[in-house]
């Protein structure tokens, strides 16, 4: 997330608070009020929580700002909710339903405006909008922090006719408008992942000699209006092409063999090579505040026999990957959840025994900080899993315990569980909405 300086002044009082309310919609202002001098507002907020419920179509907002994380409104999504992600703002949460082949957008009602010489908050009810996108199996949603986010469609090869995969391109000012930024038609129905950096777009591309299903191969788009225009295929070969992050000069996708790393050289121009790891990478996690670091991981082994997640600390500007194992990490342990802290400087991760593992970067290394057994003292058997959602505004990651139906909140500084609330279902996905500091 990109930040501005700090220009705060004092709150205001409860009128212009009112007035920020009925710029609703985009955060608009009339041309009365535009004409007149107005101070900087500060709110200070935590932000709100936006949670799923398992097997349910709705969605609950809870006030962080209350010691309680108050549920402050529920709303009903039009089919089951498969994913949550925040927007690329953080304003909206953005609830994705791939077999309701359907996108929804939840206005979490804090947000902030740049208004030239100063940063503007503003503060209303949370809301599920009217504008919605819809399209064939919704399913990656790849975010280039504080600017933009695509949506990747993979199409579907089993209906009639076949549906072809697309990638809706979509920023928080799109969203208020209710209309996409850009968008981009393939030929074909593929399960796969399209990055957004600045006006590139890395799609994926399957040759057609690839060994199953997924993209061997990314094509360089650029922005033209609202549209791409084809720049060239990528040389580098990436068959199993899963996983994707974009942090920095470097766009990461893991690989059967490792990670391909893709470097942006100009506004227009990339260059890619391959990075060896000893397993196939599946994930490419990162953080938009620790650029040009990731961590991939990918499992070792097949059920019935022992299965264990390797993990690889990647250095995207020197091309190497080294093996990384976080502390206690034994074999036959598989990561459930995994997720940074606001700075990017600790990582968080939950194995299948329900223990929480908290690295910090240290040397330029992840380095021990917290190892917690029976965090999730319940593990699942199945699906839904724990899943982390961390707060942009507070030293705080929330972490799902669908066994006990509760929300564990975490100080993201120490690592320590500081509460354990609980919900009154069982929660599936969740994701952090509000102004990040």
């Known amino acids: ?66 010691a309680t994380g108050t549920v402050t409104a529920s709303v009903t999504a039009d089919s089951t909710v498969t994913a949550l992600y ?29 208004h030239g010489d100063h940063l503007h908050d503003y503060r209303q009810a949370p809301a599920l909008l009217a504008w919605k996108i819809t399209g064939p199996r919704p399913t990656h949603f790849d975010r280039q922090a504080g600017k933009q986010a695509a949506i990747f469609m993979d199409g579907n090869s089993a209906a009639s006719p076949v549906q072809n995969a697309s990638v809706r391109l979509i920023t928080d000012a799109s969203i208020a408008s209710a209309s996409e ?69 470097y766009t990461v996708t893991g690989c059967t063999d490792g990670m391909l790393v893709v470097r942006h050289t100009g506004t227009a121009t990339v260059s890619d090579l391959k990075v060896p790891t000893a397993v196939r990478v599946g994930t490419v996690a990162g953080h938009p505040r620790l650029p040009g670091h990731f961590i991939g991981y990918g499992n070792e082994g097949v059920a019935p026999a022992p299965v264990t997640t390797r993990f690889f600390a990647l250095d995207a500007q020197s091309g190497t990957a080294s093996a990384w194992a976080p502390q206690g990490w034994s074999s036959g342990r598989v990561v459930r959840a995994l997720s940074f802290d606001r700075t990017g400087q600790r990582v968080f991760l939950l194995d299948d025994q329900g223990t929480l593992v908290v690295a910090q970067r240290q040397g330029g290394a992840w380095a021990p900080l917290v190892r917690a057994a029976a965090v999730i003292p319940a593990m699942p058997s199945a699906a839904p899993w724990p899943a982390f959602a961390t707060n942009e505004a ?21 690592g320590a569980v500081t509460a354990r609330r609980d919900l009154g279902f069982v929660p599936s996905y969740l994701t952090w909405t509000g102004i990040a500091r």
Not at 5 to 26: K, Q, V, Y
């Open 1 to 66: 997330m990109h930040h501005r300086p700090n220009r705060r002044l004092p709150l205001l009082g409860l009128g212009l608070l009112l007035a920020a309310t009925l710029a609703a919609c985009g955060g608009g202002v009339d041309a009365e009020e535009d004409d007149h001098d107005h101070e900087h507002t500060v709110i200070e907020t935590a932000g709100r929580l936006v949670s799923a419920e398992a097997g349910s179509k709705t969605l609950r907002i809870h006030d962080l700002d209350s």
């Open 86 to 114: 925040a927007s690329p703002g953080g304003r909206y949460a953005v609830a994705m339903q791939r077999t309701g082949d359907l996108v929804q957008f939840v206005d979490g009602g804090v947000w902030q405006e740049d």
């Open 181 to 249: 930024a850009a968008s981009l038609n393939l030929s074909v129905p593929i399960h796969g992942l399209a990055e957004p950096v600045d006006n590139k777009l890395l799609v994926v591309h399957r040759a057609a000699d690839a060994p199953d299903t997924l993209p061997t191969h990314l094509t360089l788009f650029q922005r033209s209006g609202s549209g791409f225009t084809e720049t060239r295929r990528l040389d580098t070969r990436c068959n199993g092409m899963h996983g994707s992050f974009s942090s920095g000069a």
């Open 394 to 414: 507070r030293d705080e990651i929330y972490l799902t315990d669908p066994a006990a139906r509760q929300l564990v909140v975490i100080n993201s500084s120490t």
